[in-house]
């Protein structure tokens, strides 16, 4: 053959779109950039701090301060009427206790109003303990596929259960996967285990990653997916794991611990 050899050219990225704010903190899930947005999965039982944690996300301005960052936050939750820490989230957003598809479509239609994706509010939208008693079709586990095309750069789904309740297309999109404790259901770690172990060595791997980084109650696993290798940490604090190996910090403390 005669010629140049084929060769393949990486594409180029498009020029970064300005952001009016600040940038995240690196542990979180990242939601800005050209066409960027977070799907966070929520995987917390009962009395695991599960409320706590959407607060401060929301609220907190070492996070993701959300009356600023936000053109409108959604909030869809079962239990926000009957639960007295998320009280300061009920007046701050735009909240339903009760989900219907509805909602979500409502939402969708006044999103592609605009007359083009650079012009769409930036929005967020959190789904509280609704998984569990919605259908498999509906508008919910839809957006999941799509929530970056309606500028939803923030999509939390919260759930205390992970089988039966979570849809394939939320699992198979998930950006970011976030494991409270304690787990009192030992079967229910095994399947989330088995569902994303392979990122991180195996289910034993998994299983010892999560213990290490949620040793006291009310800590919770962050898992980075969007990493390359994926990023385990501990609460949104310290890196514990890339990948299946543990990083370099929590080597030394074990060996610190074991020798003192």
């Known amino acids: 053959m005669e010629g140049n050899v084929p060769k393949i050219y990486r594409v180029k990225d498009p020029d970064p779109i300005p952001s009016k704010h600040p940038p995240v903190h690196p542990h979180l899930p990242q939601i800005e950039g050209f066409g960027g947005g977070a799907l966070v999965l929520m995987i917390s039982p009962v009395k695991t701090g599960k409320s706590t944690i959407i607060s401060n996300l929301l609220l907190n301005e070492d996070f993701y301060n959300a009356q600023e960052r936000f053109d ?3 909030i869809i939750s079962n239990t926000i009427a009957n639960d007295i ?3 300061y989230v009920r007046q701050a957003f735009t ?4 989900y219907d598809d509805s909602i979500i479509d409502g939402i969708v239609a006044k999103q592609k109003s605009f007359e083009t994706k650079e012009e769409m509010e930036d929005i967020a939208i959190i789904l509280d303990d609704c998984l569990g008693s919605i259908p498999q079709n509906s508008s919910a586990n839809a957006l999941a596929s799509r929530f970056r095309h309606v500028n939803a750069r923030l999509y939390l789904l919260s759930s205390q259960k992970f089988t039966g309740a979570v849809s394939p297309v939320i699992r198979a999109n998930a950006t970011n996967i976030i494991i409270g404790s304690p787990f009192p259901n030992q079967a229910e770690l095994k399947r989330i285990a088995d569902e994303y ?5 195996g289910e034993k791997r998994f299983l010892e990653i999560y213990r290490k980084a949620t040793p006291n109650r009310y800590d919770f696993l962050h898992l980075d997916l969007q990493s390359n290798p994926p990023k385990a940490y501990h609460n949104f604090e310290k890196l514990v794991a890339e990948g299946q190996n543990f ?9 610190e611990t ?3």
Request: charged residues 45%; without cysteine; glycine residues 8%.
């Open 247 to 255: 990083t370099e910090m929590n080597e030394e403390t074990d060996e």
């Open 85 to 87: 820490t998320s009280r």
């Open 72 to 74: 409108e936050t959604y």
């Open 95 to 98: 909240t339903f206790d009760h």
């Open 197 to 201: 172990g392979d990122l991180f060595g």
């Open 258 to 260: 074991d020798e003192e």
